[in-house]
Each structure stands twice: as C-alpha cells, then as structure tokens.
C-alpha cells in the first residue's frame, strides 16, 4: 500500500486522474469500479474534461458502481444512479449498457445481489475500483461489523453513515436505512485500488485504514492485504499517519 499525500484537495483529484489515464491507455476497455460521493466528484469532472479535451477515450469502459440505496427509484436525484449519470456518465457519453449500479428497487433483492457478483465476474473482474472512506472506514457501504462480507449484500446503514448522508436528503429521517454494497471479496479481485481521502473528517478512519489492526470493525483496513493499492490523501486527511506510512 502507498500513501501519496496532495496539498489540496484539487491536487489529490488532478492526481487521481493521471492514475485513471494511465489505466484506461493502458487498456482501453478496462472495468472500473466506481463509488459514489463527494470525494470522487472533482475527479468525475476531470475526466469528463479530459474526454471532452481529446485526452484520452473512456467510450470503450465497462462500470460497475459500488453501491446504491434500497428503495430508492434511479430517477431519485438522492439515488447514486442520478449521481453518476449526472456526474459522470452523460459528460463521458456512456450508454447504459457499460454502466451498472445496483438495482435497489429490485423485486428480490438476493437475486440482483447474485445477479450483480456473476456480472463483474463474467465482465473478467475489476481492473480499477476507485473508493472513498467513510468516517467509520466503510468502504463501498461495507459497514464496520463482525466479520467481511464477500459478496454483493444488503446493507443496514449504520447511524454515522445515514448522518453523514443525510445532507442530501431533506432530513435524516429520510435518509435510507438499507442499501445493495459491492461485497469485500470484488474489491479485493480488483487488479488495482485506488483509495481516496480529503479531509480532517477522514482523518481517524485513513489511519484505521493503513496503520491499524486489519478488523471488520475497519472495514479499509482489509486493503493492507492487497498488493496494488494507492491512496491519495490531502494533508488534512493524513495528519495523524506516522511519516514512515508515507510514500
């Protein structure tokens, strides 16, 4: 695991992005896995920049996003299908069938959770998942807990994370309890992983991630264990790591 740490926050997103291009002109066809949120969204407009600019072609990816809110329609502005449409999809042309994100309206939800695991293993796996951390260290929605989850599951959002979300809702009384999250087992088949953190918010939960006992109760503590992760973190975002964690 390497620790590359940005001035700003714009700096970790231009950085991000030179790590995606790489990626994607490296194999132009490449699957990404993708989260959702605020960290990623500078990075998600810098690459639709770049496609408009001629930098490099993203047409020929295949999505697999990390998560989406059960009972939620995907015309919710609140859901992570408007997000990502909005945010990313329609400024990289992308139709609908090189995308996909969790159907958290399913009628059988166990089935869509089935369906979306044997999807990425038929598209040959994850070549690049991009994630954030939560403040409790979920990754994905995989929440702190007893044991990892491998596989594509439903999710009881814990209190932390539906109040961290609930400022896109009208109250958190609205915000959703449940949600569909890509499983631990998918993003450690990830041939890379590129881990996101900005903020003095994030702070506890990177060092959890990258310092810590690797735990379920971290649940980004699990990437210690895979061999091509990168974690770009702003300076806020790593104040507590010790130097010698730092690339």
Same mark, same amino acid.
């Given at each position: ?17 030179? +790590?995606?291009?790489?990626?994607? @002109? *490296? ?9 959702? #949120? ?15 600019? #001629? ?6 990816? @295949?999505? +697999? =996003? ?14 992570? !299908? ?41 598209? #040959? ?12 260290? *979920?990754?994905? +929605? ?10 594509? *599951? ?13 400022? +896109? ?5 609205? &915000?959703? *309890? ?12 990830? @041939? ?10 994030? &702070? ?6 990258? =310092? #810590?006992?690797? &735990? ?9 264990? !895979? @061999? ?20």
């Amino acid at each position: 695991m390497k620790v590359r740490v940005t001035d700003t926050y714009e700096d970790m997103s231009d950085a991000a992005l030179s +790590f995606v291009v790489d990626q994607v @002109r *490296h194999k132009p066809d490449s699957v990404l896995g993708l989260a959702a #949120g605020s960290t990623p969204l500078l990075l998600y407009q810098k690459m639709c920049d770049a496609m408009k600019e #001629g930098t490099v072609d993203f047409s020929r990816i @295949r999505t +697999f =996003c990390l998560d989406e809110y059960i009972g939620l329609s995907p015309e919710a502005p609140q859901s992570y !299908h408007s997000f990502m449409k909005k945010e990313l999809f329609d400024g990289l042309g992308l139709p609908p069938e090189r995308t996909r994100i969790p159907d958290g309206m399913a009628a059988d939800i166990a089935r869509e959770c089935a369906m979306y695991g044997a999807e990425i293993e038929a598209a #040959g796996g994850i070549d690049l998942v991009i994630l954030g951390i939560g403040q409790n260290a *979920h990754i994905g +929605f995989n929440e702190p807990g007893d044991t990892f989850v491998p596989e594509t *599951h439903v999710v009881e959002l814990s209190e932390a994370t539906r109040q961290a979300n609930a400022r +896109f809702f009208d109250s958190l009384e609205e &915000t959703p *309890h449940w949600a569909v999250s890509m499983g631990i087992r998918d993003i450690m088949l990830s @041939r890379n992983i590129l881990l996101l953190a900005s903020g003095a918010g994030k &702070t506890e939960a990177l060092y959890q991630a990258v =310092c #810590g006992d690797i &735990t379920p109760k971290a649940p980004a503590s699990i990437l210690q264990l !895979h @061999r091509n992760v990168l974690v770009l973190a702003d300076k806020a975002a790593v104040a507590r790591m010790p130097t010698k964690y730092l690339d």
